[in-house]
């Protein structure tokens, strides 16, 4: 279950993030924009971000091809109440990107 959230919420930040670029495209290209716009709105919402490239240009020549959810950790802690509740304490998010 939580490995869907995290593809939900992964999904909703690019498309979010596209969206927010929609107005911007045409004043600037969309190659690095996207990379580093998608990298900040992952890191915003919380997660981790690794970036796996592949090819040799720099990451400003590069364009997103996927964003794969990574490992959740988090506790159950039950102090101070009848059941457990889960906190996350750290979210893992792979964005790969092509150049």
Not at 33 to 57: C, D, F, K, M, P
Not at 68 to 97: C, N
């Amino acid at each position: 279950m939580k490995q869907y959230l995290i593809s939900a919420l992964a999904v909703g930040a690019v498309a979010a993030s596209g969206l927010g670029l929609a107005g911007a495209a045409n004043a600037a290209p969309s190659g690095p924009a996207q990379v580093e716009q998608t990298v900040r709105t992952l890191e915003a919402s919380g997660y981790h971000v690794i970036v796996n490239r592949s090819g040799g240009a720099t990451l400003s020549e590069c364009s997103v091809t996927a964003i794969r959810p990574g490992q959740t950790h988090s506790t159950f802690d039950s102090r101070g109440s009848s059941s457990p509740s889960e906190t996350v304490t750290a979210k893992t998010v792979y964005v790969d990107v092509a150049c």
